[in-house]
């Protein structure tokens, strides 16, 4: 997925070409820090019903709803509207980088694909810290004797 050249048009056919599978991988988001701690993840792919907040921008700390997701990495969301000057509104689109996650979309249940991405990303944060936790106690037993 890493795009050899340095010219910018390049750069976009490039972005134009991925397929679904790659560009969804380029289509993450930071998760916000009480959603980090109760599933253990910090990015995760944007899908369409995602509750998201604007963190830069003209938009700054607006929260709302994903209703579509554009082809060059940017997103339309319900609650961030512009006034036009004939007086119809419209969605501006928002690079993915500006957006938190603060809530998954649920219908019912969760989506199985996405259920699975965070258990096997969880997974890995949490390994991390039970190798950590068995060296301070072997080095506490250490300077006891």
Do not use: C
């Not at 070409?17 to 701690?37: G, M, P, T, Y």
């Not at 997701?69 to 007086?87: H, M, P």
Request: charged fraction near 40%; hydrophobic fraction near 35%.
């Amino acid at each position: 997925m890493k795009v050899n050249s340095k010219q910018p048009r390049r750069q976009r056919k490039a972005l134009f070409q991925h397929k679904n599978h790659q560009r969804s991988k380029l289509l993450s988001a930071r998760v916000a820090d009480f959603v980090r701690e109760e599933y253990g993840i910090k990015a995760l792919p944007i899908r369409v019903g995602d509750g998201v907040r604007i963190t830069r921008g003209e938009f700054k700390d607006f929260e709302g709803e994903v209703i579509e997701i554009t082809k060059n990495q940017r997103v339309k969301i319900k609650e961030a509207t512009f006034d036009k000057a004939d007086g119809t509104q419209f969605h501006p689109a928002i690079h993915v980088s500006k957006l938190l996650i603060t809530k998954f979309s649920k219908e019912k249940k969760m989506d199985p694909w996405r259920a699975s991405m965070i258990d096997r990303k969880a997974v890995f944060g949490f390994a991390d810290d039970e190798l950590r936790a068995p060296k301070k106690q072997k080095e506490e037993k250490d300077i006891d004797d």
